[in-house]
Structures are given as structure tokens and as C-alpha cells.
């Protein structure tokens, strides 16, 4: 099975290098004409089946597609959950006295919201578990960037920490072919 893995397009820029997690946030007028560029690129590809975040940012990169028709869209998919630190900078969250900074587990332990060890195991449910299940040979998912994150050190053995110093950009997207266990194609 290859899975076509796209970021969400680009948000608005007051939300940029935040913890966004749940919030629902729409695109930006760029995010918008990426998301369009994305619908070109794509246009001639066929998937068998189409698997969308269910919040805003990732529903509407997702709108310009012929495909989009046919999508499921799933909570699965979401970013982790913040909690109340949802729509902050690492900074604030610093300056808030409650948590400090000693190391990259700690870190997302110590943050509020879902608990990480869920997040990552609902990551590796879907894609390691339920899409295989589904005996297609091609899977487009719009998500965040967390979890294709996540995803890549689930599968390559990755820690954490070296997994989310991977660079993955607003509309840029990955192969994850599943039966070799290799990634390519990153834009």
C-alpha cells in the first residue's frame, strides 16, 4: 500500500509555531492557493480511498480536490491536544512559570491535553492496523504535521525528538510505501 501523506496547507500567521493542536483553524489566503496548487498537482492521481483530519485547517486543503467528495474525514487524524495550552508559543508557556524546559520527553509530558502515549497509539492504529485492513493499494490522508511526525519514528525507529526536527511544511507531503517501510517523495 503507498499513502499519499499531506500536511495541512498553511494557517494564519498569528497561529504559526503554536501548540494549535484541537483548534479549529481555517487557512490562510496563502494556505488557500496552496491548497489549490495541491488539488493541481494531484488532480490525475486516483486513490482508493481518501482519509482527511476532521479539523478546519486540514477539511479545507482538502475542498479544491475533485476527490474531496470521497473522503472520510475522522478525529483520528487530528494533531495531539494540547489542552490548555492550545494556541500557545513555547515561550508563553515558558513565561506561564508552571512547566520548564530539561528535555524534549519531559516536555511533552509535562504539556496538558491527550497524553502522548495515546496520540502515538492512535497513530499507529490507523496507520499500521486499520489501513492495512482495508486491502487498497492506494491512500491519500491530509493530517498534521505531528502525526506524519510521529508516523516516521513509529516506522523508522526514530525518537521523538528526532522525528519532530524533521522539517515538514505547510503543504508538503510524503510517501509512505507501507510494504517496504520507506518514506519518499518529501516536497
Not at 16 to 36: F, M
Request: net charge negative.
Amino acid at each position: 500500500m503507498k499513502i499519499t501523506l499531506i500536511r495541512h496547507s498553511e494557517v494564519e500567521e498569528a497561529y504559526h509555531k503554536r501548540y494549535n493542536g484541537h483548534i479549529d483553524i481555517g487557512l490562510s489566503r496563502k494556505g488557500e492557493a496552496e491548497a489549490k496548487a495541491l488539488a493541481k498537482r494531484f488532480e490525475n492521481e486516483h486513490f482508493d480511498l481518501i482519509y482527511c483530519s476532521d479539523l478546519l485547517r486540514a477539511k479545507e486543503t482538502l475542498q479544491p480536490f475533485t476527490q474531496a467528495k470521497d473522503a472520510i474525514y475522522t478525529p483520528k487524524l487530528r494533531e495531539k491536544s494540547w489542552g490548555k495550552h492550545e494556541g500557545k508559543s513555547f515561550d508563553e508557556i515558558i513565561a506561564e512559570g508552571e512547566i520548564s524546559y530539561e528535555n524534549f520527553e519531559q516536555w511533552i509530558e509535562a504539556l496538558d491535553g491527550e497524553d502522548y502515549k495515546s496520540y502515538v497509539q492512535r497513530i499507529k492504529e490507523f496507520f499500521l492496523e486499520y489501513l492495512p485492513s482495508r486491502k487498497v493499494d492506494k491512500v491519500l490522508v491530509v493530517t498534521h504535521a505531528g502525526v506524519i511526525r510521529v508516523l516516521m519514528a513509529i516506522v523508522q525507529d526514530l525518537s521523538l525528538e528526532e522525528a519532530f526536527c524533521i522539517d515538514v511544511p505547510y503543504s508538503g507531503y510524503i510517501v509512505f510505501n507501507t510494504k517496504e517501510k520507506r518514506f519518499s517523495t518529501v516536497k
